[in-house]
């Protein structure tokens, strides 16, 4: 199986890493710093999954033509904002057989893929584990929660097919499942990214400082309930069946362990970085929207991020 | 005439000094440590408004039993989350003849003090003076917008009492007025507190800057939208009739001229001090409730207020 990685972040790389180390042939995307580190001195991985050496790893900066008809599998791993970029850029190497995994985070990347290449070609995944580039060249593992889960929607590829890549990744030593109910795990993680990360940005504190005062709760309660209307009209199989049930989760199963984490998002605006808001909270309104559900504070907080995002943005370039 | 001044923070110092140098019987109660300056040194008076000394000024940590009988007019000028307690404070030197007048900052004050004392002696005012304490015994006159303000409303005390007031102030060098429509103007300074002053806080920016993003103008139309359903529902007689007249005007006439000002409430979250939230955003949200209108941007926005003060408390203390 010939494989694209396309967003040679830290999750990009450490998939491609292992993917390459388990006899996979593995191509990578990446940003010219990225591109120049790899090749000069290969791929480092560390953290929690051992230390390994990737050496003759194959990246670019860009897509190169000559690939056309020679890709499987593309792993998209670029941040949710650039998916629609993503899939132009990608377009030209894609042929019939070649399948594109969204390996992202939030709502939307699946259908702006499909709109592209079809639902036939669209693998929507759900990934929990941590990862970081130390410095271009090396990344680390940082945590895990859960196997990474690949499944299908509706006039996807077919269950076998996206079960044998699950099983690829798995053996390559990316822990990986295959699951029947793709949509609910993905609206679950939108749910404790929705609830979790936009406070901890705005509020500059870590999530479990969100459990201190009624005030944060209460955010928190409104995000999740308003979620959970748009996905019930929208006919989500949730797996946590109401928004109290997930409320008590989030609260006091999901929140403990992860108590003294901030929010990436937090990074990205002192960084003066664009967040992934839009398919957070920000993918909750517009689909709300549609289905005529109104979500002031999903809005709210889209909006508060939104408006430091692009003043930080300011900030750094002044 | 009098006088007790309940609060001599900067705004009751002003008002207090301004009386006496105009010969009236003047008293202030305050802190300890104002107390200890303007009785060792005397206050003084900067800014705007000239320089000004005023020797031999009454100022005690606490009303005087003795007092009873002898007030005629008691000026409150505690913040708005101290009213309960200083009305408390001061119902022992309360008789039949003394009259309040609430120069405080948002809704809910004046309902606050006629609860204990009657309406026919509670004198609404809309003060929009800046002031600020330079240092114990050192006040300064900082901005003027407009004259402040007395008012009456139903079954409050007669016209002719509260315009002699006004008058007896104005001529004393405090610009002063009488207004037909009291609770206009306290429900537009509420509207522009509400609007700029969160927003401010929580983004860390000065006014101006909050017409710079399309999200930040948004929420600010939300928060106006919803306090005028919550005003017109109420009955109150808005100056400016509709909300989107009053987003116009405070986006091209108030903003631009204050566009450099930051919300006190900023300053407030960084020193870990309570915040007026609950007086302005928070009061909108309570008596939207009793009026079945809901206002959840406002409320989003007093309890991420209420999270930061907390927190910063917190963070002060620790």
């Known amino acids: 199986m010939k494989i694209l990685i396309f967003g040679a972040g830290a999750l990009g790389c450490v998939v491609g890493g292992f993917m390459k180390k ?10 010219q710093e990225m591109v120049d580190a790899i090749q000069q001195e290969g791929l480092y991985i560390s953290g929690i999954w051992g230390n390994h050496y990737i050496p003759n790893l194959p990246i670019f900066s860009k897509v190169q033509d000559e690939w056309k008809g020679q890709i499987d599998l593309i792993l998209l791993s670029v941040k949710s904002y650039d998916t629609e970029q993503a899939v132009l850029d990608i377009l030209p190497v894609i042929s019939d057989h070649t399948l594109i995994c969204s390996y992202q985070n939030g709502l ?11 639902m036939e070609r669209t693998i929507p995944a759900r990934v929990i584990f941590g990862s970081r580039v130390l410095k271009p060249g090396f990344v680390q593992v940082t945590v895990i929660a ?10 996807g590829p077919d269950e076998t097919t996206v079960r044998n890549i699950a099983e690829t990744m798995n053996t390559a030593g990316i822990p990986t499942v295959y699951t029947e109910n793709i949509e609910g795990l993905i609206w679950a993680k939108v749910a404790y990214n929705s609830a979790l990360n936009p406070l901890s940005a705005l509020l500059d504190v870590p999530y479990g400082r969100l459990m201190e005062t009624e005030e944060t709760q209460m955010i928190m309660k409104n995000v999740i309930h308003e979620l959970y209307a748009v996905a019930q009209k929208k006919n989500v199989p949730m797996i946590i069946p109401t928004p109290e049930e997930y409320i008590q989760l989030l609260f006091y199963k999901l929140i403990p362990p992860t108590a003294e984490h901030y929010a990436s998002m937090r990074e990205d605006l002192k960084q003066g970085k664009k967040t992934e808001i839009d398919a957070l909270n920000g ?14 504070f999903n809005s709210l907080l889209t909006n508060l991020i939104k408006a430091r995002e692009k003043m930080s943005i300011n900030a750094v370039q002044e």
Chains 1, 2 share one sequence.
Not at 22 to 31: N, T
Request: charge should be negative; aromatic fraction near 2%; proline fraction near 4%.
């Open 22 to 31: 388990a006899g996979h042939e593995v191509i990578l995307v990446g940003r």
């Open 108 to 118: 939307g990347n699946v259908e702006k893929i499909a709109r592209f290449v079809g």
């Open 146 to 155: 859960e196997p990474t889960a690949l499944g299908r929607l509706e006039q």
């Open 283 to 296: 993918a909750i309104v517009k689909i709300g929207e549609e289905l005529n559900i109104d979500c002031p």
